[in-house]
T-cell receptor, first 116, second 117 residues
């Protein structure tokens, strides 16, 4: 158990809908990262938050957004869902991640999203 | 731009065989970090090792060992005396460490290891 929790574990929804994925980092970790794992794209970085502020952005679609709250948990919002958004979404956390060095990222169990 | 290549998409071995998973990376930075993660059939990503670019010493942890060679930009992973429980997808990942620009991981495509009894 990495100490990172993600809810829900599975999510099935229809095209055009909006969903919210939730992540709680390990105790003491300030950075939260979101990754998408799909069969065609592999594991891709979406976005990083550090202590409530966006730190880095990857291949995140405009239909997707995220935020990190004062208690450091994070939510990833996916809207106008398409079939191609079906994937495993991972959250990870690290102690720091402020730049200059890279701490180990510990991953949650993931949320499997199925868009029908 | 950073890139990680795991040329072996799938490897099949018989239990107790040794197996090496290859990882080749590309980066322009002199400071960077390399990682290996394991993804068992249950789906979670399990951290195995983190190594920075200034530490080329090889590491051994039980049946696992890692060979980091900057000259060939490789960070290979060897499992000695493989076991069925080692069956999983293994990912190599790279993170550059620019100041205040985040710490994203760039993953390779993964190598699926199947260990047969």
């Amino acid at each position: 158990d990495s100490g990172v929790t993600q809810t829900p574990k599975h999510l099935i929804t229809a095209t055009g809908q909006r969903v919210t994925l939730r992540c709680s980092p390990r105790s003491g970790d300030l950075s939260v990262y979101w990754y998408q794992q799909s069969l065609d794209q592999g594991l891709q970085f979406l976005i990083q938050y550090y202590n409530g502020e966006e730190r880095a952005k990857g291949n995140i679609l405009e239909r997707f957004s995220a935020q990190q709250f004062p208690d450091l948990h994070s939510e990833l919002n996916l809207s106008s869902l398409e079939l191609g958004d079906s994937a495993l979404y991972f959250c990870a956390s690290s102690v720091d991640g402020a730049g200059g060095h890279t701490d180990t990222q510990y991953f949650g169990p993931g949320t499997r999203l199925t868009v029908l | 731009a950073q890139k990680v290549t795991q040329a072996q998409t799938e490897i099949s071995v018989v239990e107790k065989e040794d197996v090496t998973l290859d990882c080749v990376y590309e980066t322009r930075d002199t400071t960077y970090y390399l990682f290996w993660y394991k993804q068992p059939p249950s789906g979670e990503l399990v951290f195995l090792i983190r190594r920075n670019s200034f530490d080329e010493q090889n590491e051994i942890s039980g049946r696992y060992s890692w060979n980091f060679q900057k000259s060939t930009s490789s960070f290979n992973f060897t499992i000695t005396a493989s076991q069925v429980v080692d069956s999983a997808v293994y990912f190599c990942a790279l993170s550059e460490a620019p100041n205040n620009a985040g710490n994203m991981l760039t993953f390779g495509g993964g190598t699926r290891l199947m260990v047969k009894p």
